[in-house]
């Protein structure tokens, strides 16, 4: 079949269905660290070439504001999600009203969602891309971002060592967004799934990473995994033992973690999907681990997947999550190294909502922690040691909040940053924040390229 023929019918097949997703807009052109201009990205008001926040050019920093609270009564009811006849979805909303079953092998010997993955034809993303703008006329534009190279560092493009893309996004349960969240400035039809879909993968397939962790992802089999294997991903999803997305009538099944990588790009050596334990006690909480080896360079990259707990006032369990989560990442890396060839630990990637500000415990146990991690948005700013003011701004009922709970932490010691995705000004995120007509979710998307710091007996 004609490739763009072929990719008319697949958009068409997922316009039609009550729970399809579809792709996005131009990717940045080869080489450059901007947008390309004249595409629905730059957002209106915003200047092609400028960025919001971090700044255009290679030494921008986030803007430092948060507001004061405002409280606002109003309520959003709660809103049916189409139809929920998928039989999968049925059986496993069943399972989770039965006991929970004891812990998954931290070593599985295949990867569950390995035959979803293999046998399908894939679609040429630029004709997805240009059918997906028309898709969204009717949108104002996500807000324009630069990449922006970390304070201080000049550009150096590695010939033998190219980097690593990595997006972090939560992307907005589509149960919690129409049933549950109370987004009280944000019109329903904004969270409407037939054009929010399109809008969450249009950001995905502007930057096209080559690792995507996603948390919130209640639409993972029917969307995100057919379209991004499609694409070239290979992908794995844990679900959350006890969703709350299972409140909602008509729900999409259980949200959860999912970890995509381009398959051209990797090979898949081990996947852990762990459920996060705190005071001995198994929580609702989840955690997708993947030892990954480049297939450019050869060497391994660990690279894991989280959601700690929400709310206020459950400080000390998030923080026992986060100990029980890097307890089995020493575990996890350690065991990699020993069975290859290089000496010490595998390099690490965790990326997560951790529902947490900087200066919560979980926060310092990963900055301190054995394992050697680095925050990398920290180096957005110009000491390349303070957090974006913001990586989710939203209102709900109790009022304002505008929060840094979203990192992508790093083996400091082993990899480099090489460029960061700014963040947005307030002004570009607007003043009904976020999720809007324009931006699908209530967080902002994390991306950054990290690269292998090259050792010397691998210059040879």
């Known amino acids: 079949m004609n490739p763009a023929r072929c990719c008319s019918v697949f958009f068409g097949q997922l316009r039609v269905s009550s729970r399809g997703g579809q792709v996005a807009r131009r990717p940045f052109p080869p080489g450059g660290v901007s947008s390309p201009a004249g595409t629905r990205c730059c957002h209106p008001g915003v200047a092609a070439g400028g960025g919001g926040g971090g700044g255009g050019g290679v030494n921008g920093t986030s803007p430092q504001m948060k507001p004061s609270g405002v409280s606002n009564t109003a ?72 990449l922006v190279l970390p304070s201080g560092l000049a550009p150096c493009r590695q010939k033998h060592n190219p980097s690593i893309r990595i997006m972090q996004w939560n992307i907005l349960a589509q149960a919690l967004g129409e049933g549950k969240d109370g987004f009280v400035r944000c019109p329903l039809d904004a969270l409407n799934w037939q054009e929010r879909k399109y809008l969450i993968l249009e950001e995905i397939l502007t930057y096209r990473p080559d690792i995507l962790c996603l948390q919130e992802v209640d639409h993972y089999y029917d969307t995100f995994q057919p379209i991004l294997a499609s694409l070239g991903y290979q992908g794995t999803f844990l ?82 999550q986060g100990a029980d989560l890097l307890q089995s990442l020493r575990s996890i890396t350690s065991r990699c190294g020993s ?25 310092r146990r990963f900055s301190s922690s054995p394992l050697g991690l680095n925050s990398a948005y920290k180096l957005l700013s110009s000491d390349g040691q303070t957090e974006p003011a913001y990586t989710t701004w939203k209102i709900r009922p109790s009022g304002e909040s505008c929060s840094t709970l979203d990192y992508i932490w790093y083996s400091r010691d082993a990899l480099s940053v090489d460029c960061l995705l700014n963040i947005p000004s307030e002004e570009q995120i607007g003043p009904d924040r976020l999720p809007s007509y324009h931006y699908p979710s209530d967080h902002l998307s994390l991306l950054c390229d990290i690269s292998f710091r090259e050792e010397p007996h691998r210059l040879m």
């Open 75 to 146: 309520t959003t009811p709660v809103c049916p999600m189409g139809s929920s006849s998928s039989r999968l979805f049925g059986t496993l909303a069943q399972s989770l009203n039965s006991p929970p079953l004891a812990q998954p092998d931290l070593y599985p010997e295949e990867n569950p969602d390995e035959d979803l993955d293999q046998g399908l034809a894939e679609i040429d993303p630029d004709q997805l891309l240009r059918e997906c703008e028309e898709a969204l006329q009717s949108r104002p534009a996500r807000p324009h971002r630069d």
């Open 239 to 320: 679900a959350k033992p006890w969703s709350p997305c299972l409140d909602v009538e008509q729900n999409n099944g259980p949200d959860g973690c999912a970890l995509f990588y381009r398959r051209s790009r990797f090979s898949l050596q081990s996947t852990a999907h762990l459920r996060l334990s705190a005071m001995m006690l198994p929580t609702n909480q989840v955690a997708i681990v993947q030892t990954l080896c480049c297939r450019l360079t050869g060497q391994r990259l660990c690279v894991a997947v989280t959601h700690l707990k929400a709310r206020s006032g459950w400080e000390r369990l998030r923080s026992a």
């Open 339 to 363: 069975r290859g060839d290089s000496e010490g630990t595998v390099p690490l990637v965790v990326c997560g909502d951790f529902n947490a500000e900087p200066s919560e415990d979980v926060y």
